[in-house]
Nanobody, 121 residues
């Protein structure tokens, strides 16, 4: 699958915003769906948002209305705009290539290395 490299993580205050980027390289499958997952120490990795080839999206209930996933096919890049950040959003965020637009780990075909997001309150 495609090699995925995340960027844009960092530390922000609660209520702030951050935009994550995921650049895909190599030879990704054109039909692949893309998504973002996150994980905190001691917890299972969970789905945050996914987007398919038609730009249809799906979000975890915890981020609906605050996060927006998008993609730029020309740049082969996926983004995650995070607004109104909360302390509970603190986690390592991973970009992923999926075989189906589901917010579950079993749908993931390839992972990025992750980028840390820390929200202080």
């Amino acid at each position: 699958e495609a090699q995925l490299v995340e960027s844009g993580g960092g530390s922000v205050q609660a209520g702030g915003s951050l935009r994550l980027s995921c650049a895909a390289s190599g030879n990704p499958y054109s039909a692949n769906c893309m998504g973002w997952f996150r994980q905190t120490p001691g917890k299972e990795r969970e789905g945050v948002a996914v987007i398919d080839s038609a730009d249809s999206t799906r979000y975890a209930d915890s981020v609906k209305g605050r996060f927006t996933i998008s993609q730029d096919n020309a740049k082969n890049t996926v983004y995650l705009q995070m607004n109104s950040l909360k302390a509970e959003d603190t986690a390592m965020y991973y970009c992923a290539a999926l075989g189906w637009p589901r917010l579950t780990v079993d749908a993931v075909l390839n992972w990025g290395q992750g980028t840390q997001v820390t929200v202080s309150s």
